[in-house]
């Protein structure tokens, strides 16, 4: 599911956007490239302190985007690449991958769970 290209970019640094929708409205959070763990070949797992706004709308519309890149990485033509994932969301607050994340992430208060059906680079 994850080109190697993808995963070279989640070793760099970078801010990833998680785009969820409800009600005809849009919603935006942020977190980071390294806060991303896959697992099951094409779930992503990413730990949850707030997201609020965005737990509310994936219990109305579990789809999501996420964006995410990295200038560290060399793109189509020049250094500098990004991804475009697609998926459905949920989020977990209890099970071996929340247990898991905890540990890692002593912060969170949920795990944001995306399973990604299209993965597509875009730089």
Known sequence: MFTEKFLEVLNHEGVVSIVTCANNKAHVANTWNSYLVIVEGNKILIPAAAMLNTEENINSNPEVKLTLGSKEVMGYNYMGTGFLLEGTAKFLKEGEHFKMMREKYPF??????????????TL
């Open 108 to 121: 969170l208060t949920r795990v944001l769970e995306v399973t990604v059906n299209s993965c597509k680079q």
